[in-house]
């Protein structure tokens, strides 16, 4: 999510679960070419297994960008097909690619010939008027014969004119029923299903219909709602991590940052959610956003008090 899922925001993430998988920002074919790719591919190893997700529709630049991400040890390369910002419409990528499942054919074809890793679509489940079921399977079997086998799908459709991105995020209605017809339309295809999840009981559900959930904004608002999904989702049996354990594990990775010039508080924003809907999770809030003395140290000394706070909370509760 494009100024949200930053290298340090999925680096938090990880540090919730070991077994989902991350998506960069969509980064567009023109910034990773001429821009600075340090800066835009960088990450830690342990963000993996993590996508690079992609802007753009032009073939070559597509594969080049293909090639970086394989180069930068990312373990899949998604297409953005469902971003209907103006900025990205001008680009002629994004939503409007649905209008175009040949041109994403070829850019698939010509990604896969310079790189290995598997290439997925992110998209939605239509555009403007163009909203039928046969609308997005034709979309899905054009794509999927260039070699596409995983497609997110946004279970949205997008307007192009009129609805900025954040209205196109909550105005067009959810219709979870189109997905699971795709995906019994394309049973050997891998289906996940995007859009207003929040719970760990609604993923279940969903997965009963379809081979994945992805979650956006309720992961970045809830992080901690990550932290039972490794067991509660991949049947894993690793011990779930207190939020103060997840805080001491963040505290050297900010403070090796921060000696490399990173801003602390251009990690800790990511952080921000962390005690939602526990005792002190506003003051946890405002001193991420508002204190001027914040520091790694200040940081872990708050979540301690906030853990006691709310270990005395339930004690006086069960009394
Ligand atoms: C701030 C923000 C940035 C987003 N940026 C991207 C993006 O870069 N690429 C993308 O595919 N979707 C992006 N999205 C859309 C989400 O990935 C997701 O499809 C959408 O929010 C619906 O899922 P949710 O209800 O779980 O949040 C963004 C959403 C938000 C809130």
Not at 154 to 166: E, F, I
Not at 185 to 210: E, R
Request: net charge positive; hydrophobic share 35%.
């Amino acid at each position: 999510m494009m100024d949200w899922t930053d290298r340090h925001c999925r680096y938090f993430l990880r540090l919730m679960s070991k077994h989902i998988r991350l998506y960069t920002e969509m980064l567009s074919t023109q910034a990773l070419i001429h821009g600075d790719t340090d800066k835009l591919l960088g990450h830690c190893s342990t963000e993996h297994p993590l996508a690079l997700q992609l802007g753009g529709c032009n073939p070559k630049e597509m594969a080049i960008c293909s090639q970086m991400a394989e180069d930068w040890g990312y373990q899949e390369v998604n297409i953005n097909a469902g971003c209907p910002s103006s900025r990205v419409q001008q680009g002629r990528f994004g939503a409007c690619l649905l209008n175009e499942p040949n041109l994403v054919a070829e850019c698939i074809n010509n990604m896969q010939q310079r790189c290995a890793l598997p290439i997925t679509v992110k998209t939605r489940i239509g555009l403007d008027e163009q909203d039928s079921f046969d609308f997005l399977h034709r979309f899905i079997e054009r794509v999927s014969q260039a070699g596409c086998q995983l497609f997110i799908l946004h279970a949205r459709k997008a307007w192009l004119q009129g609805l900025s991105p954040k209205e196109n995020r909550e105005i067009p209605p959810l219709d979870y029923n189109r997905v699971y017809a795709i995906k019994q339309a394309f049973p050997k295809f891998t289906i996940v299903l995007n859009g207003g999840i929040c719970s760990l009981s609604q993923v279940k559900n969903h997965c009963q219909k379809v081979d994945g959930v992805m979650l956006g904004r309720a992961a970045y608002h809830n992080p901690f709602l990550l932290s039972q999904v490794d067991q509660q989702l991949f049947g894993v049996a690793t011990p779930e991590k207190s939020r103060l354990e997840i805080v001491e594990n963040m505290i050297s990775y900010l403070q090796n940052q921060c000696k490399q010039g990173i801003p602390l508080k251009a990690m800790t924003r990511h952080m921000m959610g962390l005690f939602q809907a526990q005792p002190g999770a506003r003051t946890w809030r405002r001193f991420l956003s508002n204190d001027p003395n914040l520091t790694p140290r200040r940081l872990l000394n708050l979540a301690q008090t906030l853990t006691a706070r709310a270990k005395q909370h339930v004690a006086s509760c069960s009394l």
